[in-house]
């Protein structure tokens, strides 16, 4: 079913970003501007980490907290070249529900794969079946 897709096929571009000072207040009210369940931790040049929303359940009850304190460092990354199925595998295994994908010329970050958008892959592949 996901055999001939890569994992750039189906992820996000781009990422959005906070600041390792940043406050979780200011990370909520970001996540929630874009909509969105995971953010990027870096100082503008450096991937530090990634703050998602298990993370934002984890510590809401101190909004003081910074993005530095609760982030997940070295979480795992993928390249946009990777067979989906593999990528997929590692989420299910792992019980990560958000990859990032690292640009294999430099240390940086491009976008994510995340389950949402596996599961939409999955409704378009098998509406195509029907």
Do not use: Q
């Not at 980490?49 to 910074?66: A, F, P, R, S």
């Not at 989906?84 to 990560?96: F, P, Q, S």
């Amino acid at each position: 079913m996901l055999s001939k897709y890569l994992v750039r096929d189906v992820m996000k571009k781009g990422v959005v970003e906070v600041n390792l000072d940043a406050k979780l207040s200011e990370i909520i009210k970001t996540m929630a501007k874009y909509d969105i369940s995971s953010v990027v931790v870096s100082d503008g040049e450096t991937f530090w980490g990634i703050i998602t929303d298990t993370d934002v359940m984890k510590h809401y009850h101190n909004l003081e907290k910074t993005a530095e304190e609760i982030m997940t460092t070295n979480p795992i990354t993928v390249s946009p070249e990777a067979p989906l199925e593999k990528a997929v595998e590692i989420m299910a295994e792992r019980g990560i529900h958000h990859l990032y994908v690292r640009s294999p010329c430099e240390e940086k970050i491009v976008g994510v794969l995340s389950s949402k958008d596996v599961i939409k892959l999955f409704s378009d592949i098998l509406e195509k079946v029907e």
